[in-house]
């Protein structure tokens, strides 16, 4: 049996990691580092650096969304219950994928 206080602790922890990594993220884009180079071959290789980061951006923004829902859920007891058919949701299930809202079978 998995406990909320534990899995509230895991999802606040990797919320933490995500906002983290988003933030140093930003700061890639924003060029603080590394300004635009002056060659035009090099800024088509920064700009697909770009692209990458913006898509890891956008994953590390729904993984978050996710994360704020399962705390959400927490709070209002329904952690454990699958949102679609409305079968508890199983200890390992939740270990492996802490955000989940589905049961095995409605994933
Ligand atoms: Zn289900």
Redesign the pocket.
């Known amino acids: 049996m998995i406990t909320l206080d534990a899995a509230r602790s895991r999802l606040l922890a990797r919320r933490t990691e995500i906002a983290e990594r988003a933030r140093r993220t930003a700061a890639e884009l924003r060029r603080e580092h590394e300004p635009l180079s002056a060659d035009f071959g090099e800024q088509a290789v920064q700009r697909e650096n770009d692209e990458v980061l913006q898509n890891l951006d956008d994953a590390a923004r729904s993984e978050l969304q996710r994360i704020n829902r399962a705390l959400a859920r927490i709070e209002r007891g329904e952690y454990l219950r699958?949102v679609?058919?409305?079968?508890p949701i199983t200890t390992s299930r939740l270990e492996a994928v802490p955000d989940t809202d589905?049961?095995i079978?409605?994933a």
């Open positions: 699958c679609a058919c409305g079968a589905r049961c079978a409605c």
